[in-house]
Structure formats: C-alpha cells, structure tokens
C-alpha cells in the first residue's frame, strides 16, 4: 500500500517562504505524475502544480513565478517551494499520486493515493 507523507507547513508572514516535502513509501518514479493540491476554508480542492514521471511541470495561474515543484528520486521525495507568499495562498496542502495516465490532472477524484495535508498560513 502506498503511503504520501507530508511536511513543512507553518505559519508565514506575507513575503516569507516555505518548503513543503511529500516522502512516499515507494518508488516515486512508479508513478505517472506526482503533485500538490491545496484547499482553502470553503472553496474547492485545487491543483496547484504537477510533475510527470518525465518531469514536466506546470503549475496553477495563481502561483506561476512563485512555486516550484521537484522531486529526488533516490529519496522517494517530491518538495513544493513557495515563495512570496500571499494571504490567498492560505489552505490545507496535499501530495497526491497517480498510477497511470489521465486525460485531465485537475479533477482530484483522478489521482489515486493522497497524504493526510499540511496546514500553510500566510498572515501578518
């Protein structure tokens, strides 16, 4: 069974930084694409960046220029850093993994494993 583990959330002033990391049980390469969503009090579980087995990436409009989205496959690791945070950029963050190929990465009732989300608080 896989097993997504998330850390590094925190509180952050506006403008500050943060590392989230996402330490998977098994092979990350085993997967099609591994990525992070996130979800604000209220609103919808969004995509916020991918990154395939190939590693290409994309991201959410919203943190364009800002996020970054890698991984190190010796250690089973995909990392997500957020610079100049915003306010809006508030929610819980989850690592999400998928198996095989899918028309559309946005829906996250295609990704088939989930971590249990760190919380991220950007608030002055």
């Known amino acids: 069974q896989v097993q997504l583990v998330e850390s590094g959330g925190g509180l952050v002033q506006p403008g500050g930084s943060l590392r989230l990391s996402c330490a998977a049980s098994g092979s990350i390469f085993s997967f099609n694409a591994m990525g992070w969503y996130r979800q604000a009090p209220g609103n919808e579980r969004e995509l916020v960046a991918r990154i395939t087995r190939g590693g290409f990436t994309d991201y959410a409009d919203s943190v364009k220029g800002r996020f970054t989205i890698s991984r190190d496959n010796a250690k089973n690791t995909v990392y997500l850093q957020m610079n100049s945070l915003k306010p809006e950029d508030t929610g819980i963050y989850y690592c999400?993994?998928?198996?095989?190929?899918?028309?559309?990465?946005?829906?996250?009732?295609?990704?088939?494993?989930w971590g249990q989300g760190t919380q991220v608080t950007v608030s002055s």
């Open positions: 999400a993994a998928d198996r095989s190929w899918a028309p559309s990465y946005t829906d996250p009732d295609v990704w088939d494993y």
